[in-house]
Protein backbone atom coordinates (compact mmCIF):
# COMPACT_ATOMS: atom_id res chain seq x y z
CA UNK A 1 0.00 0.00 0.00
CA UNK A 2 2.71 2.62 1.04
CA UNK A 3 4.56 1.99 -2.74
CA UNK A 4 1.06 2.12 -4.11
CA UNK A 5 1.03 5.77 -2.71
CA UNK A 6 4.73 6.46 -2.91
CA UNK A 7 3.96 5.93 -7.26
CA UNK A 8 0.64 7.80 -7.13
CA UNK A 9 2.34 10.86 -5.47
CA UNK A 10 5.82 10.94 -7.94
CA UNK A 11 3.11 10.70 -10.49
CA UNK A 12 0.70 13.16 -9.35
CA UNK A 13 4.43 15.49 -8.38
CA UNK A 14 5.24 14.86 -12.28
CA UNK A 15 1.64 15.65 -13.90
CA UNK A 16 1.46 19.05 -11.98
CA UNK A 17 5.33 19.90 -12.96
CA UNK A 18 4.26 19.17 -16.51
CA UNK A 19 0.87 21.14 -16.29
CA UNK A 20 2.91 24.10 -14.86
CA UNK A 21 5.19 24.04 -17.36
CA UNK A 22 2.55 24.18 -20.12
CA UNK A 23 0.65 27.15 -18.51
CA UNK A 24 3.83 29.43 -18.39
CA UNK A 25 4.68 32.02 -20.87
CA UNK A 26 7.49 34.13 -22.00
CA UNK A 27 7.57 37.84 -22.29
CA UNK A 28 5.86 37.93 -25.57
CA UNK A 29 3.13 35.58 -24.57
CA UNK A 30 4.85 32.59 -26.19
CA UNK A 31 5.14 29.23 -24.56
CA UNK A 32 8.23 29.58 -21.87
CA UNK A 33 11.20 27.19 -22.93
CA UNK A 34 12.88 25.29 -19.76
CA UNK A 35 15.87 26.03 -20.93
CA UNK A 36 15.47 29.63 -21.31
CA UNK A 37 13.36 30.78 -19.00
CA UNK A 38 12.63 29.93 -14.71
CA UNK A 39 15.22 28.82 -12.35
CA UNK A 40 17.57 31.07 -10.44
CA UNK A 41 18.77 32.70 -13.22
CA UNK A 42 14.84 34.33 -13.36
CA UNK A 43 15.13 33.96 -9.72
CA UNK A 44 17.53 36.18 -8.52
CA UNK A 45 16.29 39.42 -10.39
CA UNK A 46 13.50 39.11 -8.66
CA UNK A 47 15.29 38.59 -4.98
CA UNK A 48 17.56 41.52 -6.19
CA UNK A 49 14.07 43.75 -6.33
CA UNK A 50 13.04 42.49 -3.04
CA UNK A 51 16.33 43.37 -1.29
CA UNK A 52 16.23 46.85 -2.70
CA UNK A 53 12.36 47.13 -1.87
CA UNK A 54 12.92 46.23 1.87
CA UNK A 55 15.57 48.11 1.55
CA UNK A 56 13.67 51.36 1.30
CA UNK A 57 10.57 50.59 2.95
CA UNK A 58 12.17 49.43 5.87
CA UNK A 59 14.26 52.55 6.54
CA UNK A 60 11.30 54.63 6.27
CA UNK A 61 8.91 52.25 8.42
CA UNK A 62 11.91 51.73 11.42
CA UNK A 63 12.61 55.40 12.12
CA UNK A 64 9.01 56.60 11.46
CA UNK A 65 8.52 57.28 15.09
CA UNK A 66 11.44 59.11 15.71
CA UNK A 67 10.26 61.33 12.97
CA UNK A 68 6.49 61.51 13.33
CA UNK A 69 6.98 62.68 17.03
CA UNK A 70 10.74 65.26 16.36
CA UNK A 71 9.21 66.42 13.31
CA UNK A 72 5.26 65.73 12.73
CA UNK A 73 5.03 66.00 16.19
CA UNK A 74 2.76 63.87 17.30
CA UNK A 75 2.52 62.11 20.83
CA UNK A 76 4.32 59.12 21.88
CA UNK A 77 0.69 56.82 22.15
CA UNK A 78 -0.71 58.83 18.73
CA UNK A 79 2.70 58.47 16.82
CA UNK A 80 3.09 54.36 17.73
CA UNK A 81 -0.21 53.83 16.14
CA UNK A 82 0.46 55.93 13.49
CA UNK A 83 3.35 53.36 12.67
CA UNK A 84 1.34 50.68 13.47
CA UNK A 85 -1.25 51.64 11.45
CA UNK A 86 0.82 52.38 8.43
CA UNK A 87 2.68 49.37 8.29
CA UNK A 88 -0.60 46.78 9.02
CA UNK A 89 -2.03 49.00 5.99
CA UNK A 90 0.94 48.06 3.83
CA UNK A 91 0.10 43.99 4.57
CA UNK A 92 -3.43 44.15 4.33
CA UNK A 93 -3.47 46.24 0.64
CA UNK A 94 -1.18 43.14 -0.21
CA UNK A 95 -4.26 40.98 -0.60
CA UNK A 96 -5.25 44.18 -3.29
CA UNK A 97 -1.94 43.19 -5.19
CA UNK A 98 -2.44 39.65 -4.89
CA UNK A 99 -5.71 39.43 -6.63
CA UNK A 100 -5.37 41.72 -9.29
CA UNK A 101 -2.23 39.75 -10.24
CA UNK A 102 -4.19 36.42 -10.13
CA UNK A 103 -7.05 37.75 -11.78
CA UNK A 104 -6.09 40.40 -14.38
CA UNK A 105 -2.72 42.03 -13.93
CA UNK A 106 0.15 38.90 -13.68
CA UNK A 107 2.99 39.32 -11.22
CA UNK A 108 5.55 41.62 -13.24
CA UNK A 109 3.07 43.73 -14.57
CA UNK A 110 1.85 44.32 -11.13
CA UNK A 111 4.88 44.68 -9.84
CA UNK A 112 5.72 47.57 -11.90
CA UNK A 113 3.02 49.65 -11.54
CA UNK A 114 2.76 49.82 -8.02
CA UNK A 115 6.60 49.43 -7.52
CA UNK A 116 5.93 53.52 -9.44
CA UNK A 117 3.50 54.30 -6.75
CA UNK A 118 5.49 53.29 -4.12
CA UNK A 119 8.32 55.27 -5.42
CA UNK A 120 5.71 59.05 -5.81
CA UNK A 121 5.21 58.63 -2.33
CA UNK A 122 9.06 58.39 -1.33
CA UNK A 123 9.77 61.27 -3.26
CA UNK A 124 7.06 63.13 -2.10
CA UNK A 125 8.17 62.37 1.77
CA UNK A 126 11.48 63.21 1.23
CA UNK A 127 10.25 66.75 -0.69
CA UNK A 128 7.78 67.60 2.64
CA UNK A 129 11.04 66.34 5.28
CA UNK A 130 13.76 68.81 2.89
CA UNK A 131 11.05 71.94 2.79
CA UNK A 132 10.16 73.39 6.15
CA UNK A 133 7.00 75.40 5.47
CA UNK A 134 5.78 71.76 4.34
CA UNK A 135 6.43 71.11 8.56
CA UNK A 136 5.05 72.33 11.65
CA UNK A 137 8.00 74.58 12.91
CA UNK A 138 10.32 72.80 15.09
CA UNK A 139 9.92 72.43 18.65
CA UNK A 140 11.40 69.77 21.45
CA UNK A 141 8.37 67.08 21.91
CA UNK A 142 11.20 65.99 24.94
CA UNK A 143 10.71 69.51 26.71
CA UNK A 144 8.12 71.40 25.01
CA UNK A 145 5.70 68.84 24.20
CA UNK A 146 2.83 70.32 25.03
CA UNK A 147 3.66 73.61 23.32
CA UNK A 148 4.77 72.25 19.82
CA UNK A 149 2.21 72.49 16.88
CA UNK A 150 0.88 69.10 15.80
CA UNK A 151 0.94 68.46 11.94
CA UNK A 152 -2.65 69.27 10.46
CA UNK A 153 -4.25 70.66 7.26
CA UNK A 154 -2.11 70.63 4.17
CA UNK A 155 0.46 69.88 6.12
CA UNK A 156 -0.97 66.60 7.81
CA UNK A 157 -2.52 65.68 4.56
CA UNK A 158 1.06 65.40 2.32
CA UNK A 159 2.37 63.49 5.12
CA UNK A 160 -0.68 61.18 4.91
CA UNK A 161 -1.14 61.20 1.57
CA UNK A 162 2.88 60.62 0.70
CA UNK A 163 2.49 58.10 3.33
CA UNK A 164 -0.07 55.85 2.48
CA UNK A 165 0.96 55.95 -1.29
CA UNK A 166 3.77 54.49 0.03
CA UNK A 167 1.66 51.80 1.78
CA UNK A 168 -0.37 51.16 -1.26
CA UNK A 169 2.52 50.64 -3.64
CA UNK A 170 4.52 48.40 -1.02
CA UNK A 171 1.60 46.47 -0.22
CA UNK A 172 0.82 45.51 -4.34
CA UNK A 173 4.27 44.65 -4.73
CA UNK A 174 5.13 42.23 -1.73
CA UNK A 175 3.24 39.17 -2.43
CA UNK A 176 4.12 39.46 -5.70
CA UNK A 177 7.92 39.43 -5.44
CA UNK A 178 7.52 36.48 -3.28
CA UNK A 179 5.13 34.64 -5.86
CA UNK A 180 6.87 35.48 -9.25
CA UNK A 181 10.22 34.32 -7.89
CA UNK A 182 8.29 31.26 -6.81
CA UNK A 183 6.98 30.65 -10.28
CA UNK A 184 10.15 30.36 -11.40
CA UNK A 185 10.45 27.07 -10.31
CA UNK A 186 8.15 24.04 -10.76
CA UNK A 187 6.16 23.54 -7.32
CA UNK A 188 6.89 20.20 -6.87
CA UNK A 189 11.01 20.73 -7.01
CA UNK A 190 13.48 20.90 -4.22
CA UNK A 191 14.12 24.16 -5.39
CA UNK A 192 11.31 26.07 -4.01
CA UNK A 193 12.03 25.63 -0.73
CA UNK A 194 15.59 26.61 -1.47
CA UNK A 195 14.30 29.90 -3.25
CA UNK A 196 11.92 30.57 0.25
CA UNK A 197 15.27 30.48 2.19
CA UNK A 198 16.92 32.58 -0.33
CA UNK A 199 14.09 35.06 -0.46
CA UNK A 200 14.69 35.58 2.92
CA UNK A 201 18.11 36.33 3.22
CA UNK A 202 17.50 38.82 0.21
CA UNK A 203 14.93 40.24 2.77
CA UNK A 204 17.52 40.04 5.61
CA UNK A 205 20.49 41.85 3.71
CA UNK A 206 17.69 44.87 2.51
CA UNK A 207 17.22 45.16 6.39
CA UNK A 208 20.66 45.20 7.60
CA UNK A 209 21.17 48.31 5.06
CA UNK A 210 18.17 49.90 6.02
CA UNK A 211 19.02 49.65 9.30
CA UNK A 212 22.10 50.49 9.63
CA UNK A 213 23.78 53.16 6.86
CA UNK A 214 20.33 54.42 5.80
CA UNK A 215 19.25 55.11 9.35
CA UNK A 216 22.47 56.10 10.05
CA UNK A 217 22.33 58.61 7.06
CA UNK A 218 18.54 59.71 8.27
CA UNK A 219 20.01 60.46 12.16
CA UNK A 220 23.23 62.07 10.85
CA UNK A 221 22.37 63.85 7.40
CA UNK A 222 18.61 64.68 7.52
CA UNK A 223 15.40 63.03 7.32
CA UNK A 224 14.73 64.25 3.91
CA UNK A 225 18.22 62.50 2.98
CA UNK A 226 17.19 59.23 4.40
CA UNK A 227 14.22 59.31 2.39
CA UNK A 228 15.75 60.25 -1.10
CA UNK A 229 18.04 57.40 -0.45
CA UNK A 230 14.89 54.93 -0.15
CA UNK A 231 13.58 56.51 -3.29
CA UNK A 232 16.63 55.84 -4.61
CA UNK A 233 17.13 52.22 -3.77
CA UNK A 234 13.58 51.64 -4.69
CA UNK A 235 14.16 53.18 -8.49
CA UNK A 236 17.12 50.06 -8.38
CA UNK A 237 14.66 47.98 -7.76
CA UNK A 238 13.21 48.26 -10.45
CA UNK A 239 15.54 48.54 -13.07
CA UNK A 240 16.63 45.44 -11.36
CA UNK A 241 12.74 43.64 -12.10
CA UNK A 242 13.03 45.23 -15.73
CA UNK A 243 16.45 43.48 -16.11
CA UNK A 244 15.07 40.04 -16.12
CA UNK A 245 12.50 40.65 -18.61
CA UNK A 246 13.82 38.33 -21.43
CA UNK A 247 14.65 35.57 -18.83
CA UNK A 248 10.71 35.00 -16.67
CA UNK A 249 8.57 32.34 -16.99
CA UNK A 250 5.07 34.71 -16.25
CA UNK A 251 1.38 32.65 -15.59
CA UNK A 252 -1.02 34.29 -16.78
CA UNK A 253 -4.00 36.08 -14.92
CA UNK A 254 -6.84 33.92 -15.08
CA UNK A 255 -10.05 36.11 -14.67
CA UNK A 256 -11.17 37.37 -11.55
CA UNK A 257 -10.17 34.55 -8.42
CA UNK A 258 -13.41 35.48 -6.09
CA UNK A 259 -16.26 33.90 -8.69
CA UNK A 260 -14.67 30.66 -8.48
CA UNK A 261 -15.27 30.58 -4.85
CA UNK A 262 -18.70 32.25 -4.47
CA UNK A 263 -20.30 29.83 -7.37
CA UNK A 264 -19.05 26.48 -4.51
CA UNK A 265 -20.66 27.96 -1.81
CA UNK A 266 -23.88 28.88 -4.02
CA UNK A 267 -23.77 25.66 -4.86
CA UNK A 268 -23.13 23.96 -2.11
CA UNK A 269 -25.74 25.77 -0.51
CA UNK A 270 -28.51 24.82 -3.31
CA UNK A 271 -27.84 21.59 -3.03
CA UNK A 272 -27.53 21.12 0.53
CA UNK A 273 -30.68 18.31 0.88
CA UNK A 274 -28.82 16.12 -1.82
CA UNK A 275 -26.32 13.38 -0.72
CA UNK A 276 -23.23 12.68 -2.03
CA UNK A 277 -22.78 9.17 -3.71
CA UNK A 278 -20.79 6.63 -0.81
CA UNK A 279 -19.79 4.01 -2.85
CA UNK A 280 -16.13 4.11 -3.15
CA UNK A 281 -15.77 3.54 -6.93
CA UNK A 282 -17.89 6.40 -7.55
CA UNK A 283 -16.46 10.30 -8.47
CA UNK A 284 -16.38 10.83 -4.91
CA UNK A 285 -12.65 9.02 -4.97
CA UNK A 286 -11.71 12.28 -6.77
CA UNK A 287 -11.69 14.78 -4.26
CA UNK A 288 -8.18 15.12 -3.20
CA UNK A 289 -9.55 15.18 0.58
CA UNK A 290 -12.10 14.33 2.99
CA UNK A 291 -12.13 17.91 4.91
CA UNK A 292 -15.56 19.90 4.69
CA UNK A 293 -17.40 17.61 3.05
CA UNK A 294 -21.01 19.66 2.67
CA UNK A 295 -18.71 21.54 0.09
CA UNK A 296 -18.21 18.27 -2.41
CA UNK A 297 -22.42 18.70 -2.94
CA UNK A 298 -21.24 21.84 -5.20
CA UNK A 299 -19.70 18.59 -7.84
CA UNK A 300 -23.19 16.61 -7.73
CA UNK A 301 -24.43 16.21 -10.98
CA UNK A 302 -28.65 16.57 -11.48
CA UNK A 303 -29.95 13.86 -14.23
CA UNK A 304 -33.10 14.03 -15.65
CA UNK A 305 -33.79 10.57 -16.93
CA UNK A 306 -31.44 9.59 -19.54
CA UNK A 307 -31.02 12.79 -20.70
CA UNK A 308 -28.67 15.51 -18.74
CA UNK A 309 -29.22 19.02 -18.18
CA UNK A 310 -26.87 21.54 -18.67
CA UNK A 311 -26.39 22.88 -15.24
CA UNK A 312 -25.02 26.94 -14.82
CA UNK A 313 -21.71 27.14 -13.45
CA UNK A 314 -23.47 28.15 -10.25
CA UNK A 315 -25.24 24.92 -9.45
CA UNK A 316 -22.69 22.33 -10.84
CA UNK A 317 -18.96 23.47 -9.97
CA UNK A 318 -15.39 21.58 -10.99
CA UNK A 319 -13.47 19.61 -8.17
CA UNK A 320 -10.66 21.71 -8.47
CA UNK A 321 -12.91 24.55 -7.78
CA UNK A 322 -14.27 22.89 -4.56
CA UNK A 323 -10.63 22.27 -3.27
CA UNK A 324 -9.24 25.56 -4.15
CA UNK A 325 -12.93 26.67 -1.62
CA UNK A 326 -11.43 23.72 0.97
CA UNK A 327 -7.90 25.05 0.74
CA UNK A 328 -8.66 28.56 1.42
CA UNK A 329 -11.35 27.74 4.47
CA UNK A 330 -8.44 25.39 5.95
CA UNK A 331 -5.74 27.82 6.24
CA UNK A 332 -7.89 30.32 7.93
CA UNK A 333 -7.26 28.80 11.52
CA UNK A 334 -3.29 28.62 11.02
CA UNK A 335 -3.12 32.38 9.14
CA UNK A 336 -4.64 33.45 12.60
CA UNK A 337 -2.57 31.90 15.10
CA UNK A 338 0.41 34.08 13.70
CA UNK A 339 -1.51 37.56 14.29
CA UNK A 340 0.17 37.40 17.91
CA UNK A 341 3.49 36.93 16.30
CA UNK A 342 3.05 39.85 14.57
CA UNK A 343 1.99 41.98 17.41
CA UNK A 344 5.07 41.29 19.00
CA UNK A 345 6.88 42.40 15.91
CA UNK A 346 4.99 45.71 15.84
CA UNK A 347 6.81 46.47 19.83
CA UNK A 348 9.55 46.02 18.67
CA UNK A 349 9.52 48.62 15.92
CA UNK A 350 7.86 51.19 18.52
CA UNK A 351 8.10 50.74 21.80
CA UNK A 352 11.83 49.01 21.52
CA UNK A 353 13.18 51.45 19.58
CA UNK A 354 12.29 54.19 22.02
CA UNK A 355 13.38 52.03 24.73
CA UNK A 356 16.65 52.06 23.01
CA UNK A 357 16.27 56.12 22.97
CA UNK A 358 16.58 56.38 26.84
CA UNK A 359 19.67 53.82 27.29
CA UNK A 360 22.76 54.89 26.60
CA UNK A 361 23.61 54.57 22.68
CA UNK A 362 27.42 56.02 23.06
CA UNK A 363 30.02 52.99 21.72
CA UNK A 364 32.99 55.70 21.40
CA UNK A 365 33.54 59.07 22.30
CA UNK A 366 32.49 60.39 19.14
CA UNK A 367 29.82 57.46 18.09
CA UNK A 368 26.25 56.81 19.26
CA UNK A 369 24.29 54.05 17.75
CA UNK A 370 20.18 55.15 16.07
CA UNK A 371 18.10 53.20 18.53
CA UNK A 372 16.24 52.38 14.98
CA UNK A 373 19.68 50.54 14.24
CA UNK A 374 18.62 47.63 17.09
CA UNK A 375 16.90 46.23 15.05
CA UNK A 376 19.56 45.18 12.43
CA UNK A 377 20.80 42.94 15.28
CA UNK A 378 18.44 39.68 14.27
CA UNK A 379 19.30 40.56 10.39
CA UNK A 380 23.64 40.56 10.74
CA UNK A 381 22.67 37.15 13.04
CA UNK A 382 20.39 36.06 10.03
CA UNK A 383 22.90 36.68 7.42
CA UNK A 384 25.37 33.84 8.79
CA UNK A 385 22.48 31.63 9.79
CA UNK A 386 20.61 31.39 6.69
CA UNK A 387 23.32 29.57 4.89
CA UNK A 388 24.06 27.25 7.59
CA UNK A 389 20.83 26.33 8.20
CA UNK A 390 20.15 25.72 4.59
CA UNK A 391 23.65 23.76 4.50
CA UNK A 392 23.90 22.01 7.48
CA UNK A 393 20.66 21.88 9.15
CA UNK A 394 18.16 21.04 6.45
CA UNK A 395 20.18 17.88 5.36
CA UNK A 396 20.69 16.68 8.68
CA UNK A 397 16.99 16.95 9.64
CA UNK A 398 15.99 15.65 5.94
CA UNK A 399 17.62 12.00 7.16
CA UNK A 400 15.70 12.14 10.09
CA UNK A 401 12.30 13.02 9.16
CA UNK A 402 12.54 12.57 5.31
CA UNK A 403 11.49 15.81 4.25
CA UNK A 404 13.00 17.71 1.55
CA UNK A 405 12.92 20.74 3.70
CA UNK A 406 14.45 19.21 6.41
CA UNK A 407 11.26 20.13 9.01
CA UNK A 408 7.56 20.85 7.69
CA UNK A 409 6.17 24.19 7.18
CA UNK A 410 3.87 23.93 10.00
CA UNK A 411 7.00 22.33 12.39
CA UNK A 412 8.88 25.57 11.33
CA UNK A 413 6.11 28.19 12.22
CA UNK A 414 5.26 26.70 15.59
CA UNK A 415 9.01 26.83 16.41
CA UNK A 416 8.93 30.32 15.77
CA UNK A 417 5.88 31.18 17.53
CA UNK A 418 7.39 29.31 20.66
CA UNK A 419 10.17 31.41 21.00
CA UNK A 420 8.53 34.74 20.11
CA UNK A 421 7.40 34.35 23.72
CA UNK A 422 10.61 34.34 25.03
CA UNK A 423 11.43 37.56 23.28
CA UNK A 424 8.63 39.12 25.17
CA UNK A 425 10.01 38.02 28.35
CA UNK A 426 13.64 39.27 27.28
CA UNK A 427 11.99 42.65 26.78
CA UNK A 428 9.85 42.92 30.07
CA UNK A 429 12.71 41.79 32.18
CA UNK A 430 15.22 44.74 30.07
CA UNK A 431 12.64 46.81 30.58
CA UNK A 432 12.65 46.48 34.32
CA UNK A 433 15.90 46.79 34.98
CA UNK A 434 16.19 49.98 32.66
CA UNK A 435 13.92 51.52 34.69
CA UNK A 436 14.45 50.62 38.15
CA UNK A 437 18.20 51.87 36.85
CA UNK A 438 17.06 55.32 35.82
CA UNK A 439 14.50 56.20 38.47
CA UNK A 440 16.31 54.66 41.93
CA UNK A 441 20.58 55.31 40.85
CA UNK A 442 20.02 57.47 37.93
CA UNK A 443 22.10 55.72 36.13
CA UNK A 444 21.27 54.98 32.15
CA UNK A 445 22.42 51.50 31.04
CA UNK A 446 23.81 50.40 27.67
CA UNK A 447 21.67 49.97 24.92
CA UNK A 448 23.47 46.43 24.06
CA UNK A 449 21.37 45.12 27.32
CA UNK A 450 18.49 45.47 24.93
CA UNK A 451 20.25 42.94 22.52
CA UNK A 452 18.57 39.44 23.52
CA UNK A 453 15.10 40.45 22.58
CA UNK A 454 15.84 41.39 18.95
CA UNK A 455 18.06 38.13 18.96
CA UNK A 456 15.76 35.82 20.23
CA UNK A 457 13.20 37.13 17.79
CA UNK A 458 15.10 37.37 14.65
CA UNK A 459 15.72 33.92 14.78
CA UNK A 460 12.26 33.60 15.82
CA UNK A 461 10.43 35.54 12.47
CA UNK A 462 12.94 33.38 10.22
CA UNK A 463 11.31 30.16 11.31
CA UNK A 464 8.03 31.68 11.31
CA UNK A 465 7.80 33.99 8.09
CA UNK A 466 9.88 31.38 5.69
CA UNK A 467 7.48 28.30 7.13
CA UNK A 468 4.40 30.46 6.59
CA UNK A 469 5.27 31.35 3.13
CA UNK A 470 6.08 28.34 1.93
CA UNK A 471 3.13 26.86 3.41
CA UNK A 472 0.94 29.49 1.96
CA UNK A 473 2.18 28.76 -1.76
CA UNK A 474 2.15 24.90 -1.70
CA UNK A 475 -1.05 25.35 -0.73
CA UNK A 476 -2.51 27.04 -3.34
CA UNK A 477 -3.36 25.61 -7.02
CA UNK A 478 -2.81 27.36 -10.04
CA UNK A 479 -4.59 30.66 -10.68
CA UNK A 480 -4.17 31.83 -6.78
CA UNK A 481 -0.57 31.70 -5.49
CA UNK A 482 -0.18 35.71 -5.50
CA UNK A 483 -3.59 36.16 -3.86
CA UNK A 484 -2.10 32.75 -1.05
CA UNK A 485 0.96 34.70 -0.57
CA UNK A 486 -0.73 37.49 -0.01
CA UNK A 487 -2.66 36.16 2.90
CA UNK A 488 0.65 35.32 4.73
CA UNK A 489 1.38 39.23 4.46
CA UNK A 490 -2.42 39.73 5.53
CA UNK A 491 -1.03 37.96 9.12
CA UNK A 492 1.27 41.39 9.54
CA UNK A 493 -1.51 43.41 9.29
CA UNK A 494 -3.95 41.83 11.30
CA UNK A 495 -1.05 42.08 14.06
CA UNK A 496 0.14 45.56 14.02
CA UNK A 497 -3.74 46.32 13.63
CA UNK A 498 -4.09 44.49 17.03
CA UNK A 499 -1.13 45.93 18.51
CA UNK A 500 -2.92 49.71 18.33
CA UNK A 501 -5.98 48.16 19.51
CA UNK A 502 -4.08 46.99 22.28
CA UNK A 503 -2.19 49.77 23.20
CA UNK A 504 -5.57 51.78 23.06
CA UNK A 505 -7.11 49.05 25.22
CA UNK A 506 -4.29 48.99 28.06
CA UNK A 507 -3.75 52.61 28.34
CA UNK A 508 -7.71 53.07 28.82
CA UNK A 509 -7.92 49.95 31.22
CA UNK A 510 -4.96 50.92 33.31
CA UNK A 511 -5.59 54.72 33.68
CA UNK A 512 -9.10 54.14 34.73
CA UNK A 513 -7.64 51.53 37.43
CA UNK A 514 -5.02 53.75 38.37
CA UNK A 515 -4.69 57.56 39.39
CA UNK A 516 -1.10 57.68 38.26
CA UNK A 517 -1.76 57.48 34.90
CA UNK A 518 -2.38 54.26 32.19
CA UNK A 519 1.50 51.95 31.23
CA UNK A 520 1.75 53.70 28.32
CA UNK A 521 -0.13 57.56 28.74
CA UNK A 522 3.19 59.33 28.82
CA UNK A 523 5.88 60.52 26.26
CA UNK A 524 8.58 59.40 29.14
CA UNK A 525 8.98 55.94 29.16
CA UNK A 526 10.24 56.27 33.19
CA UNK A 527 6.92 57.32 33.84
CA UNK A 528 5.38 54.32 31.87
CA UNK A 529 5.07 50.45 32.63
CA UNK A 530 6.16 49.05 29.51
CA UNK A 531 7.43 46.15 31.09
CA UNK A 532 4.24 45.34 32.17
CA UNK A 533 2.99 45.48 28.79
CA UNK A 534 5.98 43.06 27.48
CA UNK A 535 4.59 40.89 29.97
CA UNK A 536 1.28 40.37 28.87
CA UNK A 537 2.39 40.32 25.49
CA UNK A 538 4.35 37.05 26.78
CA UNK A 539 1.37 35.42 28.61
CA UNK A 540 -1.07 36.12 24.96
CA UNK A 541 2.14 34.50 22.60
CA UNK A 542 2.07 31.18 24.86
CA UNK A 543 -1.52 31.17 24.29
CA UNK A 544 -1.17 32.04 21.09
CA UNK A 545 1.75 29.05 20.92
CA UNK A 546 -0.77 26.24 22.62
CA UNK A 547 -3.39 27.46 19.85
CA UNK A 548 -1.46 26.89 17.30
CA UNK A 549 -0.31 23.19 18.15
CA UNK A 550 -4.40 22.44 18.24
CA UNK A 551 -4.95 23.90 14.41
CA UNK A 552 -1.70 22.85 13.23
CA UNK A 553 -2.51 18.81 14.23
CA UNK A 554 -6.25 19.47 12.96
CA UNK A 555 -4.77 20.82 9.57
CA UNK A 556 -1.92 18.01 9.50
CA UNK A 557 -4.97 15.62 10.02
CA UNK A 558 -7.67 16.61 7.49
CA UNK A 559 -5.27 17.52 5.11
CA UNK A 560 -3.85 14.06 4.10
CA UNK A 561 -4.99 12.50 1.26
CA UNK A 562 -7.56 9.31 0.60
CA UNK A 563 -5.27 6.33 -0.70
CA UNK A 564 -7.11 6.17 -3.84
CA UNK A 565 -5.64 7.72 -6.78
CA UNK A 566 -6.92 11.52 -7.31
CA UNK A 567 -7.71 13.37 -10.36
CA UNK A 568 -7.23 16.89 -10.14
CA UNK A 569 -7.04 17.75 -13.36
CA UNK A 570 -10.89 16.58 -14.23
CA UNK A 571 -13.29 19.14 -13.77
CA UNK A 572 -15.55 16.73 -13.35
CA UNK A 573 -18.59 17.07 -10.71
CA UNK A 574 -20.75 13.78 -8.92
CA UNK A 575 -23.17 12.13 -10.71
CA UNK A 576 -26.19 11.82 -8.25
CA UNK A 577 -28.09 8.50 -9.75
CA UNK A 578 -31.06 8.13 -8.33
Known amino acids: MEERRGNIKAENEMNINMKEEQSTLDWRGRPSNPNKHGDFQAASFVLGLQAFEIMAIAAVGNNLITY ?223 RFRFLDKACIKNEDGNNRRKESPWRLCSVSQVEKVKILIAVIPIFGCTIVFNTILAQLQTFSVQQGSAMDTQLTNSFHIAPASLQSIPYIMLIFILPLYHKFFVPFATNITGHESGISPLQRIGSGLFLATFSMISAALLEKKRRESALHSGKTISIFWITPQFLIFGLSEMLTAVGLIEFFYKQSLNGMQAFFTAITYCSYSFGFYLSSVLVSLVNKITSASSNTGGWLSYNDLNKNRLDLFYWLLAVLSFLNFLNYLFWARWHSHHSSPPPQPTALSKDVGYENIP
Open 68 to 290: VINEMHFSLSNSANIVTNFVGTIFLLALLGGYLSDSFLGSFWTMLIFGFVELSGLILLSVQAHVPQLKPPKCNMVTDGEKCEEAKGVKGLIFFVALYLVALGSGCVKPNMIAHGADQFNIQTKKLSTYFNAAYFAFSVGELFALTLLIWIQTHAGMYVGFGLSAAAMAMGLITLVSGTLYYRNKPPQGSIFTPVAQVLVAAILKRKQICPSNPNSNCSMLQTQ
